[in-house]
Structures are given as C-alpha cells and as structure tokens.
C-alpha cells in the first residue's frame, strides 16, 4: 500500500514564492515615485503651427530654491532658454540649450502622501492642483488650472516605461478638444508646470526629461534633448573664425586647436550633410563653389565637445 506523506512534511517552497512574488509586485504598484527631484530638467517646448519649424521658443526647466507664498511652500522654478543655432534666421534646429543665465518660471511643490503635485496659479493668485497620481478610472482632476475650467476625466490607467526602464503609471484622458492624451507619474507630462488643456494652436509641452544627466524621456521628436552652450562653449564658438563669410567659393576656419582630430561638416538647413572631413590642422580652408547659394551650417566637433556656426553662399 503506497504511504501518503504527513500533511507537515509536505513542502510549502512553491506556495511560499508565489506569496513572495504576489506581495512583492502589490508593494511595487503602490510605491510612489516623487516628481519634484534635484538635478532634474525638463525640455520644454512651444509649439506653434504658424511658425515655420512649428515652434516659437523652448526653455529647459530645473529646480533651484525655495520660497513661502500665502503660507504653502515651493519650489522655485528656474529655466535656461532654448536658442536656435540659426541666427540670425527663423527659430529652427540645430538647438541647444544656453545655461549662461536663467529666469524664474514658476512656483512648485508636492504632497508625496497625498501622491499631487501643486502649482502656484500667478493669474488667478492661488495654489491650485496640476498632478493627481492618486486617481483611479472614471475619476475627475479637480483642478481649475490644470483643466482650465473644463473636466479632465481619466479614462484609463496603465504603464509608462522610462528610459532606464523603469515602470511608472500613466494616466489617461480626454480633453475639451476631443484629443486624447495623458500624463505620467514622476516625469509630468505633458507639460511639466503648464495646464494641462491647450490650444488648438498649440502650446507647451516637455520633449525631454533628464535627471542627473541620464535621459528619463525623449519624445523622439526632431529637436529633442538639444545639447548645453554656455559661457565656456560660447566663448569657444566665438574663437572659431570662418573667413570670408558671406563667400562665394572659398572659406577658411581658423583657430581649429581643440578640434584636431575631430570633423567639420557641412549641412544644409534640411539637415543634411553635404561635406565631411577630419580636422587636421589648426586652419583649414575649403572650396564651396560646387553648392547653391543659401543658409549654411557649419559643424565642428571633437570627442568632447561641439560648435556650430553659421555661413552663407552668395
């Protein structure tokens, strides 16, 4: 007769892993990610259809300080503006981001209890809502900013993966103009500290979110997570002299010192490369009379660093 083990004896490992596992992903679900970090900067730009590269001006955002306002405390937002490297000419790529000075944005703060992030509405003189990471399905964004007067509701919930491949939520929802769109715990799409419902014209919108320099978010969009000028690299951009400029055949780009060994291109306002070659010396000189007249840009570029200068083909 075949012996039945006693019921103590019998091994509960399986069981217990999949309580393990159970418990393990419930307390990963309802951990909260906070939004308001240091060393995090959001890329945020204005689109506008009537522009002729869609967009009107950009800003990098960061926060830097504290201040009281009517008895709640923020975080004050700072931000670098974002310069077209066309210049002078329409506001169009390259872009880079200009940290030589700064301007206040906005007053921010966060109840991580309570999973919402506030702003300091400056219109209206009141602290209202932006972020509830709180909400389940079918709920409202109470807020008068964030909705601009009309009804966010959420319509669905699921996940976000960041670039570093972390999970976050996302929350869906539908806005006054019928357009379908969302925001995302910890990264504040889609615009950071704007309300939530724009224009039909456009509006604000973050295309990239770092944080201690690693890129959390790219939206993937032509002009996302442009590179940093500031007082070192400007005076670097303006060291480089490309001679004469306007020309109509020859040019010649001296003082190429921190550039040997690197490249110099030469691209067309589509973007496109139209000339390569290594730098090899300090000075350089190049024949440009095979290309039609117009905008040019200039790229030099080493291991360690970039510039990007403008000539023009008469």
């Known amino acids: 007769?075949?012996?039945?083990?006693?019921?103590?004896?019998?091994?509960?490992?399986?069981?217990?892993?999949?309580?393990?596992?159970?418990?393990?992903?419930?307390?990963?679900?309802?951990i909260y990610h906070p939004?308001?970090?240091?060393?995090?900067?959001?890329?945020?730009?204005?689109f506008n259809g009537s522009e002729m590269c869609g967009v009107s001006s950009g800003q990098q955002c960061f926060l830097q300080g504290d201040t009281v306002i009517s008895g709640n405390q923020y975080q004050i937002i700072k931000s670098h503006p974002i310069i077209s490297l066309v210049n002078p000419g329409p506001y169009c790529p390259p872009f880079a981001v200009d940290t030589s000075y700064?301007?206040?944005?906005?007053?921010i703060r966060e109840d991580s209890i309570a999973k919402k992030v506030f702003v300091y509405d400056i219109s209206n003189n009141v602290d209202d809502l932006?972020?509830?990471?709180n909400l389940v399905v079918g709920d409202t964004l109470n807020s008068n900013y964030a909705g601009q007067g009309l009804l966010i509701i959420i319509d669905s919930i699921d996940t976000f993966v960041l670039l570093n491949n972390q999970v976050r939520k996302r929350f869906y929802y539908t806005d006054f103009f019928g357009f379908a769109s969302y925001y995302v715990e910890e990264l504040g799409l889609p615009r950071f500290?704007?309300?939530?419902?724009?224009?039909?014209s456009g509006g604000n919108f973050v295309t990239c979110v770092k944080e201690n320099n690693i890129q959390l978010y790219n939206s993937q969009w032509a002009y996302s997570c442009p590179s940093l000028v500031g007082i070192e690299e400007n005076n670097l951009q303006n060291a480089v002299k490309i001679s004469p400029n306007?020309?109509?055949?020859?040019?010649?780009?001296?003082?190429?010192?921190?550039f040997v060994g690197g490249t110099i291109k030469i691209i067309n306002l589509m973007g496109q490369v139209i000339f390569s070659q290594s730098i090899q010396n300090q000075q350089m000189s190049f024949n440009l009379s095979a290309y039609s007249?117009?905008?040019?840009?200039?790229?030099?570029?080493?291991d360690k660093q970039?510039?990007?200068?403008?000539?023009?083909?008469?």
Do not use: C
């Open 102 to 107: 700064s301007v206040i944005t906005g007053f």
């Open 130 to 133: 932006l972020y509830d990471f």
């Open 293 to 302: 007249k117009g905008i040019y840009l200039v790229k030099i570029s080493s």
């Open 246 to 258: 306007p020309t109509r055949d020859n040019i010649v780009v001296a003082q190429l010192t921190n």
């Open 306 to 314: 970039q510039i990007i200068k403008k000539i023009m083909l008469e």
């Open 35 to 46: 939004m308001l970090k240091p060393n995090k900067f959001w890329d945020v730009m204005a």
């Open 193 to 200: 500290h704007y309300p939530l419902v724009g224009g039909l």
């Open 1 to 30: 007769m075949r012996k039945t083990k006693p019921l103590h004896s019998l091994s509960f490992k399986p069981l217990l892993l999949l309580v393990f596992l159970i418990t393990t992903l419930t307390l990963t679900a309802q």
